[in-house]
Structure formats: C-alpha cells, structure tokens
C-alpha cells in the first residue's frame, strides 16, 4: 500500500512540475530616451510583445483629469448594448454636477435629445464633462455613485490595484487618481471595445442636430492626431487627453510604424507655474518624443527560443546510463532593446542534479535575461525530453511477472504431490488393516485345533 500511494505521489508530481511554468514575467527596464521627461509619471509599453520599455514614477499616485472618462466609457459600454439607438434625454442635473463654469462641455440643453454613441463622441473627442455626466446617468438610471462603483470594480477587475475613482469626469478630488502603470492597463483594454479605438482615432466630428441644437462640429483635444497644431505627429492612432490645475497636462495613446506598437502614458507634466498658465503640453511632447526615440532606436531582438537549449543538467539513476539532460526555455522570449547597444545576458538557475524518472516538459529550473544588470524577464527552463528511471532487473516488472508466473506453478506442483501422497498413504493404511484380520483368524483356528487334540489324548 506504501509503495502504491509512494508511486502514486511521484506521478502526481511529475505531472504538477509539466504543467507548472513560469509565464514570463516582463519587468520594466529603464532604457535612456535620451531626453529629459516634462511629465510627473510616464510608461511607454510596446503591445505588439508587452514589454515596458521605458517608465519613470509608473506606481506613483497621481490625479488624472479626463483621462477618467475612459473609464466611464468601459462602463457604459457593458451597460449600453446598443449606443446609436439609445436615445438620452438630458436632464437638471447634468449641468448641476459642473462646479463651475471652465469645465469643457459640449453645451447640452436640458431637455436635448442624443443618442448614447453621440454622448461617447461628445465626451472623447474634446472631452465634454457634460456628455460624460448625461451618459453615466443614462446607463446607470441617475445612480450616479452606483456607476462609480461599477468604475471601481472594473479597475480592480483589470489588476489595478493603485487606481479610485470618485466621479465620472475627472473633478479633482485626493481620492481620485490613478498611476502610469494603471491607466495603460485601463487604456490597453479599453482599446478590445467596440467604438472605443474608432472614436479616440477621430480628428474631427459632426454630430447630427438635434431637437434643441443645430449640427455640432467637435475637434480632438488629442493634439498629436490634429494635423493643423504643431504636435501633430503622424504615427498618433488614438488618444485621450486630461487637464486640470492639480493633474497638470495628461495624456495616453497609441502609436504605430513599420508594423511595431506602442502605448505611452503621461501624467504631470506642469500647466501651471508660479500661478500662471504654462503654454507647453509637456505631456504631448513626452509622448512624441518617447515615440520616435523608441520607434528610432529600438528593435525587436530574439533572445529565447524553446526550440534550442540553454544547458544541460546531470541526471541520476537513469535507464541507458544518460548522464545529461537538455534544458529549454518554456516560451520564446523577445525584447525592444536599442539597436547597436549592448546584448542582453543571461543568467542561468538549475539543481546540480536531478533524479529520474524525468517527464517532457517537466520544470527544472529558470534562466532570467538581463540588460545592463536589470531584469528583463525570468522563464522557466523544462526537459527536453523523458528520461526513465534504471531499475535493476530483479525490480523490473518483466522480472516481477516472471517470478510470480513460477512461484504459482510452483505451488500448484507442491499441492499435487502433497495430494497423491496423502492418497498413497490412505491406500497403504487400509491394506494393512485387512491383512491384520487374517492373522487373527489364523491364529484362533489354531488354538481351537490344539484344544481338541489335548482333549482327545
């Protein structure tokens, strides 16, 4: 019983070491840009492999403006099926939810009717306070502080443990606010959304007039995709912007060439100094600049290959005496890495042996890549192939069969010639007996004749 649960354990165990293996942890690594950031917190993520080639303050909380809207747009997505034919009625209390009046809306009238994907428009492209207000309050029934916490489930949902919001606008508040490493997240999912990606790409609009208001024309407060200001950058795909005296200048994007993608995220950067309006959008010009330094300077190099071995490590008790075995990363591994700069290393963890049995695939240790002595990612290293234990041959199970197979036969002779003995002992006591009887007889016979004759003398 001992050695069948011992067994059992080993299988089971071999089998949890296959199906555990290190998904590749990708670590931030600061490659120089080769400028200095204007922006509080920056990240600068390539989504074609994953990797954070750049960041500066990424877990640092900050406020985040309109940047918040993006979220509000996630909400009302899941709560909105259907945004063309959703028609709104704007309400009282949209505008009574705007503290002031340097908030940027879209003017909506009390009593105008839009439908919920004219709402997404107006609140995106030029960042209307007053269409994210009149489209949370549609999707949530006028429970505003229940769509809230619909915003902040969803951000806890998305792993992002450093972001709270308390409105669906952006108005700031010390616990409302977000980090670098967050908001891409955010922005990163946003973007699988139908709507999203088409809307946050958009230059300029129109929205149909309505029952209160003629044709609107919007234009995007995302500067990088406005071909007429001086930080138009061309590369741009889509963009949401934020701006307030205590977030500064926000703003997170995408931006594609040559078939590489990246997304940067920027929050911080001054819009007000010594109390006077700062003209510059440095998050605009982070962006742009992290953008061509990286789509200039970076290219994608191979590192890992599953396919090819990184070491070997001594095995013990093997069947056919194998003494090594191959180990191979658990996935391929790349990275964006600055062209004509120095290679990446790596560093390599294993037992000094194992012991068989060894399944494919099983975990035997991890190689981790590093680039200027930071970590770029840590893999697992598996077997690459299966090696059977040695067993001598008086334990093989040809051997066990073979022995059991004689010790019956064995058994069954011995129980024969046990029986044909008891037999021939049982013939030879009854012969015996009878014999005896004849004897007896004999003998009384005589002593009958030799009474007679003593008598007749």
């Avoid at 099926?81 to 340097?102: E, F, W, Y």
């Avoid at 839009?114 to 709402?119: D, V």
């Avoid at 959008?281 to 599953?306: C, H, M």
């Avoid at 005589?446 to 007679?452: F, N």
Wanted: hydrophobic content about 35%; aromatic content about 8%; proline content about 4%.
């Amino acid at each position: 019983m001992k050695k069948k649960l011992k067994q059992w354990l080993c299988t089971t165990c071999a089998a949890i070491f296959v199906l555990v293996t290190v998904t590749i942890p990708v670590q931030a690594v600061n490659l120089n840009p080769g400028f200095i950031p204007q922006s509080k917190a920056l990240e600068l993520v390539n989504l074609d492999s994953g990797d954070t080639v750049y960041a500066k303050n990424e877990n640092l909380k900050v406020p985040q403006a309109s940047t918040t809207k993006i979220m509000t747009f996630i909400v009302a997505s899941q709560l909105i099926k259907d945004p063309k034919g959703t028609i709104v009625t704007i309400s009282n209390d949209v505008q009574a939810q705007l503290p002031n009046r340097s908030f940027v809306t879209v003017q909506l009238a009390v009593g105008e009717k839009i439908s919920a994907l004219n709402l997404m428009y107006c609140m995106l492209i030029p960042s209307g306070n007053d269409a994210a207000i009149a489209l949370a309050e549609s999707a949530s029934g006028g429970n505003l502080s229940q769509f809230v916490q619909l915003m902040n489930q969803k951000a806890k949902d998305l792993g992002c443990a450093n972001t709270n919001y308390t409105n669906v606008f952006g108005k700031y508040d010390k616990d409302h606010y977000t980090t670098v490493s967050d908001l891409a997240k955010i922005y990163k999912y946003a973007q699988t959304l139908p709507l999203f990606k088409q809307i946050t790409s958009t230059a300029s609009y129109t929205v149909p007039a309505t029952n209160y208001t003629p044709a609107r024309k919007l234009k995007t407060s995302n500067k990088l995709l406005d071909k007429t200001s001086s930080y138009y950058y061309a590369p741009c795909t889509t963009g949401k912007t934020g701006t307030s005296d205590e977030a500064g200048y926000c703003l997170v994007s995408t931006a594609s060439k040559d078939g590489v993608n990246y997304l940067c995220a920027a929050l911080g950067a001054p819009s007000v100094k010594n109390g006077k309006a700062v003209v510059t959008n440095g998050a605009f010009e982070d962006s742009r600049q992290l953008y061509t330094w990286a789509f200039d300077s970076l290219k994608k190099q191979d590192i890992l290959s599953k396919s090819k071995a990184v070491a070997t490590v001594p095995v013990q008790q093997a069947k056919d005496k194998k003494q090594q075995l191959s180990v191979v990363p658990a996935s391929d591994y790349s990275a964006m890495l600055p062209t004509g700069g120095t290679s990446p290393t790596t560093k390599v963890s294993l037992p000094k042996s194992i012991a068989a049995p060894v399944k494919k695939g099983q975990k035997i240790g991890t190689v981790t890549v590093l680039y200027n002595n930071e970590t770029l990612a840590t893999v697992s290293l598996v077997a690459s192939d299966d090696v059977e234990q040695y067993v001598a041959f008086y334990k093989t199970s040809w051997f066990r069969t073979a022995a059991t197979v004689v010790g019956v036969a064995a058994v069954i002779v011995l129980a024969a010639f046990l029986l044909r003995a008891l037999r021939s002992r049982h013939r030879r006591g009854g012969g015996s007996r009878k014999y005896r009887g004849r004897r007896s007889a004999s003998k009384n016979r005589s002593r009958r004749h030799t009474g007679s004759y003593h008598n007749y003398h």
